[in-house]
Structures are given as structure tokens and as C-alpha cells.
């Protein structure tokens, strides 16, 4: 097969007219018409299993391996315009290294010929000769592979040894102990050098991951890493795995290498049979490197029905910071973007990879991601992250903040290093997130004009979709389903996002005088508005909708939300229209004065939970309400002069249809129905397997008998920590501890520094629970001269010393 295509150009004699322009018109016409359809002429090729001795990439001879074909295509191929087909014949393909695309292998395809025939693993075979060393763990000495980091039998992925041992329903990792790197742990085992240590942030935001360095004289483990998390914390002191312990195998499934002997042990599942079983080690982070500039990108690469798969796990690879976010991420993934124009991933799957799955990092353009079905993997599913390098004075640390005098006015990103007008749609993402828990569906950070619509997106860790700042905005949510989100960690949502943009401040006093002097400084990076629009969302564990930190120029309508209500904290701009909160309601935290923020023509079903509020933004109107008295409640601070109250009438509740009868209250606010069949992947193979959320049962709460826990006490009033949300506000880790609403000027404590909206968490370094509580440890205490008060101030543990007069 030749691939140079001959450019000859032959005029019929017939065009040989006297009229000269006319001559030089048609013969510019049919030149340029020969060349775009030998330009537009397809070339193939094939990659399979022959016999062959005379391999020319033909159906009948095709190469045997996929690096193969794209080398013979870059020798080859006369000009990167002509389109080719790389067709991936049925077969299992081993990759020695990635599938590297460069500029030279734009306008390539590559495609699994039968759907779910084709696979591709970063991973090595090797045959392997199995003896009995003890009990139920075998044996194989000589393994000749050095490095790998995920061990299959027979396809199905191994468990690195590990304690405590993998249980499915056991939560964070599958199984977590107190006790797994304690001192008498420790001690039980031979040589826990190369051990990982994985824990889960203190307040649960995310998690950290160490390996075992040493251990020092008094037993502790001396650990290397940690750097995964934005926010760094103490370890939990319960959610912890230990893995890599030789001493830890101890159950089927459980292996182990010990790189030193080059021995691997094994204790098999039942009905394995060892001598003839294959075997395969993970050894490449990336399968696909896709790799050009934003001056000469890799463009129209394709790739379609292909199953991708076993990858290695990359927890321990370099991290960046998401600017302010909570996020540290690793750049890279299974599938690697940077510098392409009009690339897609489409109909393909993706299972056992050890770290994030999709990465289209830096300059994108137009990128499509349909159709695929993600699930089985160790980090993130589809991520779209640009380069810090884009953004006008960022900051990358929650506290750090950038000088007025020195900071960047021009709106908008200072290059074009991110992905751009890109989308997610149609895919199926679950079990996400196996090893790290700071993941997502997709996540979204420093990008422009994302598109998610139509995803599936459930049992996963922490959100189904994250935004990480206001940089650039833009992006489409649309018809998502996301479901059974923040199962490992807390304080998020189904749908989650900061706005730590380069206006925002930790300390609200600053952030409020700032965008008080500037009204436009919000929209400095979050210039266009991100629509979130006929979503499903469900979260039992946080906000179904969760805006945080900043969250600016978001226009929410039409979505229904199935449990955790919305949640809009500290930004501007927001328009929250049209949405259905079942058995909850709106949870607007710390609004500024002129937040600029509506909410209007909504369904509640219980009273608001506002938390720290300045201002109720431009409007808060035009809204149901369950009954008299959370409409009184409401009304009483000043809003929803015409809103309603009464029963919304939904069509059939108990089956998911929440459209309101026609002779709903709702429609006199302004309320319109919109479609209930239309949330998720409406691919129909997807669509056949794809789990639907649980429905609630519906709860019209009554507010009669609903009364906050206020005390008036020695010049202060307190308040109880009432809810989840009270706790994120206030950047707590549990329900333990006494805000001070009020501290007035005559107060007995105010010389000590306390000030409204402090929270007392202890005393004399004591935990404080409740008001009740607090009183009694300070009558237990009143002979002392000084007291030590322990507080969260502005997400931030600070003491205070009470000196007695």
C-alpha cells in the first residue's frame, strides 16, 4: 500500500477557450476541486492478528500493532491533510508505550472495526511460573517487570495487599481503620518501607496520600507526600488505609511484590487456576498522548469504539494547584490533550484505569466526548483544565490573595493556553474516584465554554460535576443526571463550585469593601454566564446544588432537586428561577449588600436556611412555599411579598414526575413546568444500563412547631449549631460548638476579642457541644482568673484569653 498520493493535474483540451479570464477562472475551479477530493480521500489501514509474512497494513496483512500503523503513517503519508483510518481489527492490544499523536498525525482515525471487540491496555503479559509458598499465597519468582502498580488475573484487577481488607459497602476505600499505621500496627510488620498510607482530609474535603519512608524511634511511620489536597489538614484520625504490607496479605485476591527479590506473591481467589491463567501488570500512566501547540495543534484525531484500560495509578505523581480551589490535580490521564483542535472521543469505554481518566489540558479547541461509558477507575472521569499561565493575577492558596495596587483590571484570560467551546455529552461515568477522592464526573477549571449535557453520573466520592473558579465561564449544564454524589467526604454537592477568583478574599470585610468600590471586579474572570439548566441532581450527604465560595454569574433554572435544595454562598450575579427543591429549600450564605442575586418563581418545601446574610441580593420572590408559617418566617426578613403557599399539586410524585396539575397554586407565581424523562444519557445501550435515583418520598414539612436555640447570655446571644449547612458556612468539621450571634459593647468577654459570628468550639481547650454545655463548663471554671477561648473565625481556629477583672 503507498501511501503518497501523486498531485497531477490535467486539463481537458475542450477549456482551452480564446477568453483568457474565463480560461483562468475555470482552470482555478476544477484545480481546486481535483485537490480537495484527493485531499478529502479517505486512506485506511489496518492493525490485527496475521499470518502473514508480508505485513503492508492491508485488511488481508495489517500490522500487528497499533504504534505500527501510526509510524508507517508519519514515514509515509505525503501531506497530514489527508484523512486516514486507522481500523483496530478484533484483539486485545498491549501497549509498550503510549499511542503519541503529533501535528503530523492530524486528520487520523482510529477505530475498533466491530463495537466491543477491541481493547487497549497499558499494561505488559508475562507468563509466570506459580509455586505454593504458604497456606494460601503463592509464589512467582524472576517477575521481569519492575514497575508496575496493578496486578490482573485472568482480566480481573488484584487487590495491593492492605488493611484493613476490601469490603464493597465499607465506605472510604472500601475499608478504613483507626488503627492503620499505629504504633502497634506498625510494629507487626517485617518492613513497611514503600507502604502507602491513604487518609481522608480532617474536615473531609478531600484526601492525602504518603508512602512509607521509615520508622522513627518511638514507632511512628516517617511518610513522603501529602501534597494532593489544596487544603492541607491533619489526617482523619478514623478514615485511613495502609496498602503495599507484605504483612497485610492475609485474604483472597491480596498481592504483593517485593521489588528487591523480584517476587511476587499471591493468595488467589477459588477457582483460579494459576498455571493457566494469564497474567498482566500495569505500566503506563497514559495510553494516548494527543500533543501539539497552540501554533501547530494536532487536529481532527478521532478515536471510536474502543475500550481502554489498565492503566497505572498516579496518586504519587507531581500535583498542581486549581488556584484557590480545594484541588491539587495530576496533569495527565488514560487519554492525553494538549494543543488539538476538533478531536473526539466517542462510543468508546473505559475501565480499570489506575488515575484520571480523560485530560484535555491547556489549549483545546472544540474537543467531543460522547457516548462513553467510564466507570471501575482510580481518579476523575473527564477533566478540562487550562494553564495558570492564562489567568491575569492568580492566586493559588486559600489565604493568598494579590495586592489591590498590584492586581490585573483587564477582564478575561491573558493567553489562550485552555480548553475552549468543548463538550461532554451523552456518558455514562460511576465508581469513579476508587484511590482518590478529590475527583469528579468532570471537572472544570480555567476553561471557557464547556458543554456538559446529558451525562449519567453517580457513585462517586465527592461532586458529580465541579467548577473550580470563575475562570472564564461560559459553560452549559444541561440535562445532567447526577445522583448518589459525596459519599466519602463532605461539605460539597451533586453539582459543585468555587469562585476564589482574583477579587475574592477570605476575610468577607475586604472581599465586601473591594467589589463594593468595583461592582464589576466579580466579572474580571467570570465574564460570561454559566448556565445550569433541566438537571436532575440528588446529594444525601450535602447541597444538591452547591455554589460556593464566590460562585458568580450562574443562571440556574429548571432543575429538580431531589433532596439537598441550593446553596449560593458570597457571590454576585446569581439568577435562580423555575427550580423544584423537594423536601428542601434555599440556602443562601453569606450575601453581601449588593450581592445582585434573584430568586424568584421557585418550588420550596421548607423554610430558608440563610446563614450570614448582609442583603437579600436585587429579589427574593415569586416563590411557594409548603405553608403559612415558613412564609411568615420569609416575609418577616423582608422578602417574597408575593409569593404563595399551599400544596404544588405534582403530576405523580412517587414515579419522579414533579410537573405541577393544572390547577396549581405554582402557576400564579410565574412557575412553569418543564419535561421529567429527559435528564441523563439518551444513548439507548447507555441508557439500558444506566442507574435513575432513588425517588423520595414526599415530605411537605410543617413549620409550626420549629424553634431555633437562641440564649441571651452576659451580653452575647448564642446560637446552637443547627444543620450541614450552618457547618460549611462557618467552615466547622462537625455540629459541636456556640456562634455568637451578637456581642454587645457591654459584655463581660468583649475585651477578650470575641466578635459576632465567631464560633466557640472550646473552652480551657475542652470541645464545647451546645449552648447547655458551654454554660456548665464555664461555671465549672468561674474561679479562674483567665480562660482560654477556642474559636472558628473565618474558617480558622484561633485562641483568645479571657482575663477575669
Known sequence: MNLKIQKTHTLHPHFRVPYKSLWLCLSLFFLLFFDSCQKSKVINIYVGQTDSLNITGTKEAPFLQINDALTYIVEHREDASHPVVVHLMKGQYYLDKPLTFTPRLSNVTVRGEVPNTVSIYGAKQEKLIWKNWKGNIWVADSVAIPDFAQLYIDGKKQLLARYPNYDAQGGAWQGHAADAISKERVASWTNPIGGFVHAMHSGRWGDFHYQITGVDKSGQVMLQGGFQNNRPSDLHKELRMVENIFDELDSPQEWYFDKETK???????????????????????????????????????????????????????????????????????????????????????????????????????????????????????????????????????????????????????????????????????????????????????????????????????????????????????????????????????????????????????????????????????????????????????????????????????????????????EGFGRVVENNIMINNSFHPHVWFKESKDKFRHNIVMTKYFPVRLLGWGDEVDFNQFPDSAALALAQKKGTDIHSIYGNPQFVDPAKGDFQVSSGSPAFSIGFKNFPMDQFGVQKASLKAIARTPIIPALNI?????????????????????????????????????????????????????????????????????????FIRKYQEKIGLNHLTFTLVRNQKKIKLIYSAK
Open 263 to 569: 517476587k511476587l506473591y499471591l493468595w488467589p481467589q477459588e477457582n483460579v487456576n494459576l498455571a493457566k491463567a494469564s497474567v498482566s501488570f500495569s505500566t503506563l500512566k497514559e495510553l494516548v498522548i494527543v500533543k501539539g501547540t497552540e501554533g501547530n495543534p494536532v487536529e481532527n484525531v478521532h478515536f471510536e469504539a474502543i475500550h481502554f484500560s489498565r492503566s497505572k495509578r498516579t496518586f504519587m505523581e507531581q500535583y498542581h494547584p486549581l488556584l484557590r480551589s480545594d484541588w491539587c490535580i495530576y496533569r495527565g490521564g488514560a487519554l492525553f490533550f494538549d494543543g488539538t483542535k476538533n478531536c473526539t472521543i466517542t462510543d468508546c469505554e473505559f475501565s480499570d484505569l489506575g488515575g484520571n481518566v480523560i485530560f484535555i489540558n491547556g489549549y483545546n479547541r472544540d474537543t467531543h466526548i460522547s457516548g462513553n461509558h467510564i466507570y471501575d477507575c482510580g481518579a476523575s472521569a473527564i477533566c478540562f483544565v487550562g494553564d495558570t499561565t492564562a489567568v491575569r493575577s492568580p492566586a493559588y492558596h486559600y489565604r493568598q490573595t494579590v495586592p489591590m495596587q498590584q492586581m490585573d483590571s483587564i477582564s478575561g484570560p491573558s493567553t489562550n493556553l485552555y480548553p475552549a467551546d468543548c463538550i461532554a455529552s451523552d456518558n455514562l461515568i460511576h465508581h469513579i474516584g476508587e484511590i482518590e477522592k478529590q475527583v469528579a464526573g468532570v471537572q472544570i477549571s480555567m476553561s471557557m465554554n464547556i458543554q456538559v449535557m446529558h451525562n449519567s453520573i453517580y457513585d462517586v466520592p465527592r461532586a458529580g460535576i465541579n467548577i473550580s473558579e470563575g475562570t472564564w465561564g461560559g459553560h452549559k449544564i444541561i440535562g445532567n443526571d447526577v445522583f448518589d454524589t459525596v459519599l466519602e467526604t463532605s461539605d460539597h454537592g451533586s453539582f459543585n463550585s468555587w469562585g476564589r477568583d482574583r477579587f475574592w478574599n477570605s476575610n468577607r470585610q475586604i472581599m465586601d469593601s473591594l467589589t463594593t468600590a468595583n461592582p464589576q471586579m466579580p466579572y474580571w474572570d467570570a465574564g460570561r454566564t454559566t448556565e445550569i439548566a433541566h438537571n436532575r441532581f440528588r446529594c444525601d450527604h450535602g447541597w444538591d446544588i452547591d455554589l460556593d465560595d464566590g460562585s458568580s454569574n450562574y443562571y440556574l433554572h429548571d432543575n429538580l432537586c431531589l433532596n439537598g435544595g441550593i446553596k449560593l454562598r
Open 701 to 773: 414539612l410543617s413549620l409550626e412547631k420549629d424553634e431555633k436555640t437562641i440564649l441571651s447570655w452576659k451580653g452575647m446571644t448564642l446560637k446552637n449549631i443547627e444543620s450541614e449547612q450552618e457547618m460549611s458556612a462557618y467552615g466547622l468539621f462537625d455540629r459541636h460548638g456556640v456562634i455568637i450571634v451578637e456581642i454587645k459593647n457591654d459584655s463581660p468577654f468583649k475585651s477578650s476579642g470575641l466578635n459576632n459570628q465567631d464560633v466557640i468550639v472550646q473552652l480551657e481547650n475542652v470541645g464545647v457541644n451546645d449552648i447547655a454545655q
